[in-house]
């Protein structure tokens, strides 16, 4: 009876039609308010402001699912074409009523904020000022919201991908690998998510960096994932997270040293923390306060380019805060991220920045250990949320599962929380002290910086 069902469930599928070119063209502007052609879309505020479309996507309020969710007192509307076309008076929830939209009210309500009953929408409601044949494209897509097959997912499946760093440390992939095998065979062995079989997919990115976006977009068309649980970041932020909005996967970024949170931040990238971005922060601040005349050097032997880029970007910052690093490089500062990966002479003085993930105690952490923390941390949040989404799966469900994650107990050594507006799932920097020939390190700065 269960194949029975699950050959049903497929051929249901089957049975949905891919997006059209037309409604492809339409999620992009939908999810990233960005047109495919490269014509300009931008958005009226209700103060006359106008932004670029990109800054105040329709997903931002409405939700990847269109249909809407309260937020900071702001009531966004179902905008599935179900909800849009009842045959009935709609009530809204600020207790308007109006008559069922078509294509041309619709495109009307988009442009011009007004409502099938001529009843102005809420002043959050931007007027988009986009062509014509976006607007079409838009609407072509907003008719299949939630309609459409959900990649990766049958009725008792669900794929997940893992994306690894370069193979230039394999033991470390191998070990990383079978630790999520292990814990997906567990969550498997107990019954799965609702009945689903968990199924891992991975892939390794290249040494060649300039085969970083082919590889993974292959790994991702040819595999159909439904999610990634688990991907390494590290020098990709930018490269990664675009392709992971192209494609609308939802992933959990184990390992990010500049996690991309700017504005508009994607919707699909959760971060376990705020990497070294947040350590180079708490290394500036800390210099300031404890070095107000005599500036701490980041000008360090750095073995690669992550390195090499976290002391170019400590400089810059040093010298857009009125200071230059001092030639006789006394005194180092060190991200945590790289501190294993860099050389530095016996007799100065050096300072770490430890983030998230580091354990406490006086000694440098082991960077295997921490590796398996953050990918165990990346599986136990991907399995929460996975159960939360509930039992009719899809990749909106999933991304509002996991804004709803506060204060979930990892591996890692602090609680991490998501939310509608927060991608960056814990922040804690300390400052130690390290006595290079013993290896073992001191607090340094009162206690560690947390938000």
Not at 2 to 21: M, P
Not at 239 to 262: K, Q, V
Not at 343 to 362: C, K, Y
Request: with cysteine; glycine share 10%.
């Amino acid at each position: 009876m269960r194949l029975v069902c699950g050959i049903l469930f497929a051929v249901s599928l089957l049975a949905q039609s891919r997006l059209t070119q037309e409604e492809e063209r339409g999620k992009q502007i939908f999810e990233r308010g960005v047109s495919p052609s490269g014509a300009a879309i931008s958005a009226v505020m209700a103060g006359g402001e106008t932004v670029p479309g990109a800054v105040l996507p329709c997903a931002n309020c409405h939700g990847v699912d269109g249909q809407g969710r309260p937020e900071g007192g702001v009531l966004p509307s179902n905008i599935t074409w179900d909800a849009l076309t009842k045959p009935y008076q709609t009530t809204r929830p600020d207790g308007r009523t109006h008559p069922p939209y078509t294509e041309r009210l619709l495109r009307r309500a988009i442009t011009m904020g007004i409502d099938p009953a001529g009843n102005t929408l809420q002043t959050e409601m931007p007027r988009f000022q986009l062509s014509m044949t976006d607007a079409s494209d838009l609407i072509a897509y907003i008719k299949q919201l939630g309609q459409t097959a959900e990649p990766g997912v049958t009725a008792i499946t669900v794929r997940l991908g893992v994306i690894l760093s370069a193979d230039s440390y394999s033991h470390t992939n191998a070990i990383l690998r079978n630790l999520l095998l292990d814990y997906f065979a567990r969550v498997n062995g107990a019954g799965g998510i609702f009945g689903r079989r968990v199924e891992l997919s991975f892939v390794e990115l290249p040494l060649d960096r300039s085969a970083t976006s082919k590889t993974v977009r292959d790994f991702l068309g040819k595999e159909q994932l439904f999610a990634v649980t688990a991907a390494d970041f590290s020098g990709h932020e930018s490269e990664l997270a675009a392709i992971m909005r192209e494609y609308g996967t939802p992933s959990i970024a184990t390992f990010a040293l500049f996690p991309e949170i700017g504005s508009p931040a994607s919707p699909y990238i959760f971060y376990l923390d705020g990497g070294m971005e947040e350590e180079l922060e708490a290394l500036l601040d800390f210099a300031a306060r404890r070095f107000p005349r005599a500036v701490a050097s980041p000008l360090v032997s750095f073995a690669d380019e992550s390195s090499r880029e976290a002391a170019k970007r400590l400089q810059m910052r040093f010298r857009k805060s009125g200071n230059e690093p001092l030639d006789s490089n006394t005194i180092y500062l060190i991200p945590g991220s790289v501190a294993a990966r860099t050389g530095v002479p016996m007799d100065n003085r050096i300072f770490v920045a430890l983030g998230t993930a580091s354990p406490d105690g006086n000694a440098m952490p082991d960077l295997q250990r921490l590796a398996w923390a953050r990918m165990n941390a990346s599986a136990e949040i991907m399995a929460e949320a996975l159960r939360r989404a509930g039992r009719t799966l899809t990749r909106a469900s999933l991304i509002a599962a996991l804004e709803n994650l506060t204060g979930l107990q990892t591996t890692l050594p602090v609680p991490l929380s998501f939310g509608p507006g927060k991608r960056i799932g814990a922040s804690r920097v300390r400052i130690v002290e390290l006595d290079p020939r013993s290896g073992k390190v001191f607090p340094a700065d009162g206690g560690a910086q947390s938000k």
